[in-house]
């Protein structure tokens, strides 16, 4: 399965876009990057996912790098409510196994 | 509407017992996924569901965990002779469509499992 690496944690300021980098060099041309996070004592919800274009939605952006080598979160202003852990994850076609990791855990300061 | 559901939602039990564990799906829901979780630790797979078929069982453990959903909707997580190893959260989730890769997982509260 290909694997997916993030840093451990990182730290914003309230009100401020927060950049979450997931680096996935094994990647191949039919994975998926999804993006889930887990806010404290719930499950994991979807944030947003992406194949090789760049993505949007009401929660937050994904920038796919070209090479697809590497992918960014984007959450355009952090609230007390996104802190989190953020878990990056390539999810196959050819297949449900889905391997998490152990995520960014996100700090938003007020 | 409903979101899925797990019971029970706490569980102690003393090593050696049986427990099964439940998951009810959002309706309508076709495929169905186990994971265990352990604390501060990411989701781990541990079996996936398309209707009532069992597709792929390559995370569970050992032979003492087994997992089915015989009408396509509940399902059960039967560990056997339970072990303190296998104290963790368990959760549950479903999807809409089978489609692999890029379906949206929902998933339920958990059952926190302590083995005494």
């Known amino acids: 399965d290909a694997k997916t690496t993030q840093p451990n944690s990182m730290e914003s300021n309230e009100e401020e876009p927060v950049h979450l980098p997931c680096n996935h060099s094994t990647i191949s041309g039919t994975d998926y990057i999804h993006w889930y996070r887990q806010l404290p004592s719930q499950g994991p919800e979807y944030v947003i996912h992406?194949?090789?274009s760049n993505v949007n939605n009401r929660m937050a952006s994904l920038a796919i790098a070209e090479d697809r080598k590497s992918s960014t979160l984007i959450l355009h202003r952090a609230t007390l409510r996104d802190a989190a852990v953020y878990y990056c994850?390539?999810?196959?076609?050819?297949?449900?196994?889905?391997?998490f990791g152990a995520g960014t855990r996100l700090f938003v300061k007020a | 509407g409903a979101g899925v559901s797990q019971s029970p939602r706490y569980k102690v039990t003393k090593r050696g017992q049986d427990v099964a564990l439940r998951c009810d799906p959002i309706?309508?829901?076709?495929?169905l996924y186990w994971y265990r979780q352990a604390l501060g630790q990411g989701p781990e797979f541990l079996t996936y569901?398309?209707?009532?078929?069992?597709?792929?069982k390559s995370g569970l453990p050992n032979d003492r965990f087994s997992a089915e959903r015989p009408e396509g909707s509940i399902s059960t997580l039967t560990i056997q002779r339970t072990e303190q190893r296998d104290s963790a959260m368990y959760r549950c989730?479903?999807?809409?469509?089978?489609?692999?890769?890029?379906?949206?997982?929902?998933f339920g509260p958990g059952t926190r499992l302590t083995v005494l």
């Open positions: 992406g194949l090789t």
């Open positions: 994850i390539l999810r196959n076609t050819g297949g449900f196994k889905t391997i």
């Open positions: 989730a479903s999807s809409l469509e089978g489609l692999a890769g890029t379906d949206t997982q929902y």
């Open positions: 309706s309508g829901h076709v495929s």
């Open positions: 569901f398309n209707y009532e078929a069992q597709q792929d």
